[in-house]
């Protein structure tokens, strides 16, 4: 029987310790984000010496911005929290930020960090090949970001990301026809050096 995952953006496995760095998103991001979408670095910092009630300092937070799918883009990481917004404490806005809403992001953005991602079609024998994502705006009902690995697999060393695996759940079928639910390594990390896949 054929799986039935939906795109749900990358999400961080705990091989060991994630580690987490704040980020910041100015009101001149028109981009809407979620939990799981992926990440690349911005153009300087937070300007702002108070965010949504929090004090910090100029130039405290790095800015970001969506990742760009495809090869030769670099990645970061992927959202796994958002500061508390005054007005949204347990609304729609503590997994989920809209348009143009100023906001310190939580990513995951260790260089060894793994990460669960969608794909349809990988084979077995696409595991330790490379491979980019194909970047989806998150849906503004549900709040989960549509982001999924590009079923393209190659050596080329400036893809996205390396298969590790697929993740070890049953019913989880490798095979075309099914989608499954990938393993995966940032290989064009934006700050470090990318290799050849295998």
């Known amino acids: 029987m054929a799986n039935t995952y ?15 760095t704040e980020y910041y998103l100015g009101t001149d991001n028109t981009d809407a984000f979620a939990i799981g979408t992926p990440i690349a670095l911005a153009t300087g910092s937070n300007t702002n010496t108070t965010i949504n009630g929090k004090v910090c300092l100029a130039g405290q937070y790095k800015k970001i911005q969506k990742a760009t799918g495809g090869d030769t883009n670099p990645v970061l990481g992927a959202v796994v929290g958002f500061d508390v917004y005054p007005t949204m404490v347990f609304g729609d806005y503590s997994g989920y930020r809209p348009s143009a809403q100023e906001r310190i992001v939580t990513v995951a953005d260790h260089p060894d960090q793994l990460y669960e991602i969608q794909v349809t079609g990988m084979t077995a024998a696409d595991v330790g090949k490379n491979a980019n ?27 996205q990301v390396r298969v590790i695996s697929v993740k070890p759940e049953i019913g989880n079928t490798v095979g075309a026809g099914n989608t499954q639910v990938a393993i995966v390594q940032i290989n064009n990390y934006a700050e470090a050096y990318s290799s050849v896949g295998v």
């Open 6 to 20: 939906g795109a749900f953006g990358m999400k961080p496995v705990q091989n060991g310790i994630v580690r987490k």
């Open 133 to 159: 994502i194909t970047i989806v705006a998150p849906n503004a009902t549900t709040k989960n970001d549509g982001s999924y690995l590009t079923a393209t697999f190659a050596t080329t060393a400036t893809f």
